[in-house]
């Protein structure tokens, strides 16, 4: 079936380190998207990806950092710069903006924590 | 800079009743597309309308339709004959021709028996 796979589920960060949250889809969606969502926050975009090898900043992209090398994957790195790094992260695609239907579609999210 | 509103963090409807949302947003961009998405306990996003700022037609689906007002930047959610799954976080979002896609904070929907 088709559809977009974050990993892991649940992650727990330790001060000063960074950490890697994967999204993986297999849709062959041209765009792809990371947001971070707090209580009473709503949905904050952090990076997207239009196509391969490219990306753009987001609303709140400070601290976070991104890759686009392949179609399927839009890995997430979390850095130690990012002092509030507690919240969950949800990544999306999309066809482009040329596609009739363009509805996102989301994994099911990782949690993450600072222990 | 989009931004997209939405003034009302909770409300509560009566199972079977119809309840309407309110979203706003800004852009200074004529061609986009709008959407209302619901995330139930489970978190996991699920498209429950959409509409393209081209069309003047207000979209419906099934108990779910919108009210968008082009001039207004008003895209409203109308949500008829509530059922108690229909209990969920509600977020408007905004889509531009660079593929951008932003949200509103959301409402979260109780359905009283």
């Known amino acids: 079936d088709g559809g977009i796979t974050q990993s892991p589920k649940y992650l727990f960060r330790k001060e000063g380190q960074n950490v890697t949250l994967s999204c993986e889809q297999n849709?062959?969606?041209?765009?792809m998207y990371w947001y971070r969502q707090d209580p009473g926050q709503g949905l904050r975009l952090i990076y997207y990806?239009?196509?391969?090898?490219?990306?753009q900043k987001g609303d709140i992209a400070e601290g976070y950092s991104v890759s686009r090398e392949k179609k399927e994957s839009f890995p997430l790195t979390v850095t130690s710069a990012q002092k509030n790094p507690t919240a969950f992260y949800l990544c999306?695609?999309?066809?482009?903006?040329?596609?009739?239907?363009?509805?996102?579609?989301f994994g099911s999210g990782t949690q993450l924590s600072v222990l | 800079a989009q931004t997209v509103t939405q003034s009302q963090p909770e409300m509560s409807v009566q199972e079977a009743e119809t309840v309407t949302l309110s979203c706003t947003y800004d852009?200074?961009?004529?061609?986009?597309?709008l959407f209302w998405y619901k995330q139930p306990p489970s978190r996991q996003m699920i498209l429950v309308i959409r509409?393209?700022?081209?069309?003047?037609q207000n979209a419906t689906e099934n108990r779910f339709s919108v009210n968008f007002q082009k001039a207004a930047k008003s895209f409203s959610l109308k949500i008829s004959d509530s059922q108690l799954g229909d209990a969920a976080m509600y977020f408007c979002?905004?889509?531009?021709?660079?593929?951008?896609?932003?949200f509103g904070k959301g409402t979260r929907l109780h359905i009283l028996p």
């Open positions: 999306a695609s999309s066809i482009d903006h040329s596609a009739e239907y363009e509805k996102l579609f």
């Open positions: 849709l062959n969606h041209d765009a």
């Open positions: 990806s239009q196509i391969v090898n490219d990306f």
């Open positions: 852009t200074s961009e004529s061609d986009y597309y």
């Open positions: 509409q393209e700022a081209y069309k003047q």
């Open positions: 979002a905004y889509r531009n021709r660079d593929d951008k896609i932003i």
